[in-house]
């Protein structure tokens, strides 16, 4: 008990935290509406909202898995990809196999869901074990041996599946849209928004409210303090990058639906803009990504349609402009 309760003191104590900012929910605020007067119509803009909102929380789901790793381990893992893409083939697999037993619809979806997070927990750990472990504390050799694992993560899935492009359609249940008056609300957007809530509450619960929590946070900032109470920070630090990896290929299922198709590059694809969220968060922090993640899904979504020669660049100019106001980002983790 006495262990347990340092090893909490000093979670507590001095531990990377959060300071909660009103000001980047602002932001937030104030990018919706200004976007009504320029949008013109209620409800193009509602649409528009709806479907931003939704594809920052699938985009917030892809990067806590890596925010998570950095956030807790340090480690710059380039290799992130292969986990979407590894997510997502695994999706069109157990789908499939789904239809063909007579378990279509919502359930094989969600079998799929959990069969993705499952192998993608299982490669992660095989990833941790021989490619991330010699490089702990070395981050350009940390950058260069998993990008070298994502390619090689690649050539895999292409062995696999093969390298064209696979067809991820969406269960009958959520083809479609809710009309409320003249905005259209897709059913699979509404879905995909509420998962992506639930692995956020799951996340700062976890950290924040939960023995493992404290303690991995403990060992981030004093690992011998934590072995020496008789815990293995290692393993704790393993089951880390797991979690990671199984968010990665919930992820992938999830943005494999949203596109309705997947291939081999789905991954190195999103890694973009997966790194542009977690800067504008905050490296590190969950709550800097959640909010990086719904301000970059809905700039995507209003420039799509106001400006589309610019929209590849929008989420660039806004990780700018971001950063010139707060270089360190939107949360920044600090030592206290």
């Not at 249940?173 to 928004?193: C, N, S």
């Not at 004093?222 to 199984?246: C, H, K, N, Q, T």
């Not at 542009?276 to 909010?291: A, D, N, Q, R």
Request: hydrophobic residues 60%; charged residues 10%.
């Amino acid at each position: 008990m006495s262990a347990t309760m340092n090893a909490a003191g000093a979670a507590r104590a001095a531990l990377p935290k959060t300071h909660f900012d009103w000001r980047p929910v602002a932001l937030l605020v104030a990018l919706m509406l200004l976007a009504l007067p320029a949008i013109g119509s209620t409800s193009t803009w509602v649409t528009l909202t709806v479907a931003g909102l939704a594809m920052g929380l699938i985009v917030f789901v892809i990067a806590s898995g890596l925010t998570l790793v950095f956030g807790l381990m340090d480690v710059l893992n380039f290799g992130h990809g292969v986990f979407i893409a590894l997510g997502a083939f695994v999706a069109t697999s157990v789908m499939g196999w789904s239809a063909g037993a007579g378990l279509g619809g919502l359930a094989g979806m969600f079998a799929a869901m959990l069969v993705a997070m499952l192998v993608a927990a299982a490669v992660g750990w095989a990833f941790e074990r021989v490619i991330v472990r010699p490089v702990y504390g070395l981050h350009l050799k940390q950058i260069l041996i998993t990008m070298g694992g994502m390619i090689v993560g690649e050539e895999i899935i292409k062995v696999i599946w093969g390298p064209l492009q696979i067809a991820l359609p969406l269960p009958d249940e959520l083809r479609g849209a809710w009309l409320f008056g003249d905005a259209a609300v897709e059913k699979y957007r509404v879905l995909a928004a509420a998962v992506g809530l639930v692995v956020f509450a799951a996340l700062v619960f976890t950290l924040n409210r939960t023995k493992i929590g404290l303690l991995i946070r403990a060992g981030v900032q004093d690992r011998e303090m934590v072995e020496s109470l008789g815990y293995r920070i290692r393993r704790l630090f393993v089951g880390v990058f797991v979690a990671g990896s199984a968010l990665a290929g919930l992820g992938g299922v999830l943005w494999g639906l949203y596109q309705q198709s997947v291939t081999p590059q789905i991954g190195t694809q999103v890694n973009v803009l997966i790194f542009i969220v977690i800067i504008i968060g905050g490296l590190g922090s969950t709550l800097g990504c959640f909010v990086g993640a719904l301000l970059v899904g809905l700039m995507a979504n209003y420039t799509g349609f106001l400006l589309p020669k610019v929209a590849l660049f929008s989420n660039i100019a806004l990780m700018v402009a971001i950063l010139l106001w707060r270089p360190q980002g939107l949360y920044p983790v600090t030592n206290r």
